[in-house]
């Protein structure tokens, strides 16, 4: 396909005033462990940016902090929006209710009215290709299936920002690959603005604008790759010869700072 | 539990069953009732045999009211109508307080689990005490209750609730607090209520640990209503005042039979819950026997 091969920045969705900003960071918690600290960056309106680092440098602990979940110990964080979407690395699916109740969850709890709330449910199960599983309980569930619902779920609050915890950590290699590219088709159409949190370096670097590199405990972000491979990417991109030179790339420095 | 996967098969919930058509291959509907039931069927058959074999012979006739052969515990208690009349009368005063008392320990034990659950301080100032319930021989103050609030239906059903309590306060509060981080942190995220996240979150996370509390005290307040009864001795006579009367009296073929009806009533009840848990819990959690456990 002509779009995986071609390297051009300009069809990168257009970038506008920073929605996120980290402006010197740093977390320590109760017990005097620092999660971060000096994490500095900022992410763009419409822009898909991935974040690769060690594991325990505080790459959750950076959502959390962007979230609202739980605040930064110094150092100063701007949100531009309060629509935000969180994904975490579990489903979090509530096993009791349906997979059309686990949809609705959100609008209910922000107290929107029953047909509103059935209207997206429906909508957002049509945009992950679930519509027919509304009425299952989890359980019934692939573990790809799960983590589309929970994409499905925070989709119905049509969210500005959408925050990712390794959501697809936990899965196999090919329905990783294939959740990658339903997740990409989402950004183009729903244009929201992302930050992924992931440790695998082909993930980051095929599906962002830009990947952040972090360091080990404490983290901070050691550099900024952008990366100019124009959407929508093909999963043959995979085995471009220029994708797999800047996840050397990536992956060297992640070796060497970690 | 073996009891409960046996059950899980003929039960229609089955219909609900997921879509990953995990396809077990089930036997003929009457192998499944034969392999279900044959295996309990034939261990009650043994016990009979050797009941029979005690009572007709290793006991000489002059002994045999000791272990009185089963179909004279079944004519004597069962198919005399007066001896029927009073089981009957002492089985419903017995289940009456059981179930009064459950009902109490069920209410006051939510109530307390759900205070438990909302602070810590809460739970540290009253744990102790529900652990205390488990601990002091509980029969043993049956005379001062009985000194303090007379031997009608309250000291009973005060028994019951002492009995019932701990189990449901102790798996609730298990329940309530096995929520994982990441849903309260859904909840947290989307501006939920305290009400509202005991209710769609923290209650139904709870509820298969409620139902294991309530098996085990329903169980135990039958267990109360009727131990608790022999120990009072005076008033209306339940089960267990029966059993004491029917001892002292030597009228042992009654005295198994009131056994054998207190046994019934605390089977029904373990099995009503059971069945209860199914219907509620039982199409999304394992431990409550749903369709593909």
Known sequence: MAGSSAVDASSIPTQTAPLLTFADVSKRFRDGTVALDGADFRVAGGEFVSVVGPSGCGKSTLLRIASGLSDASGGKVQVETDKIGYVFQDPTLLPWRTVQANVELFSELRGLPKEERRRRAAAALELVGLSEFAGHRPRALSGGMRMRVSLARSLTLEPELFLFDEPFGALDEITRERLNDELLQLYLTQRFTALFVTHSVMEAVFMSTRVLVMSGRPGRVLDDFPVPFAYPRSPRLRFDERFARLAGQVSALLRGGG | ?293
């Open chain 2, 1 to 293: 539990m073996s009891v409960d996967t046996g059950f899980s098969g003929p039960d229609e919930a089955t219909g609900q069953g997921p879509v990953t058509a995990t396809s077990r291959v089930a036997p003929s509907g009457r192998g499944r009732w034969l392999a279900f039931w044959g295996p309990p069927a034939a261990v009650l058959a043994a016990f009979l045999a050797i009941w029979y074999g005690v009572s007709y012979l290793l006991l000489d006739p002059r002994r045999r009211f000791l272990v009185p052969p089963p179909h004279e515990v079944i004519r004597v208690s069962f198919f005399d109508p007066f001896n029927l009349k009073e089981l009957m009368g002492a089985l419903w005063l017995s289940t009456r307080v059981a179930f009064i008392g459950l009902a109490i320990a069920i209410v006051i034990g939510l109530l307390l689990a759900v205070a438990m659950n909302r602070a810590k301080w809460i739970e540290r100032s009253l744990y102790p005490y529900a652990v205390l319930t488990q601990t002091i021989p509980i029969l043993a103050m049956v005379p001062l209750f009985g000194f303090w609030f007379g031997f009608g239906n309250f000291s009973r059903t005060l028994v019951v609730v002492l009995f019932a309590i701990f189990p449901i306060v102790a798996n609730t509060l298990f329940g309530l607090q096995s929520v994982q981080r990441e849903h309260h942190d859904l909840f947290t995220l989307h501006g939920a209520t305290r009400m509202t996240r005991l209710w769609k979150l923290e209650f139904p996370a709870a509820l298969p640990s409620v139902f294991t509390g309530l098996r085990i005290a329903a169980g135990l307040a039958v267990i109360g209503a009727i131990v608790g009864d022999t120990f009072f001795k005076q008033g209306e006579p339940g089960i267990g005042i029966l059993i004491d009367r029917y001892q002292s009296r030597l009228q042992s073929e009654q005295m198994v039979g009131a056994i054998i009806l207190s046994s019934l009533l605390g089977i029904v009840v373990f099995w009503f819950f059971g069945f209860l848990a199914r219907r509620v819990v039982g199409g999304w959690h394992e431990s409550a026997g749903g369709p593909d456990t």
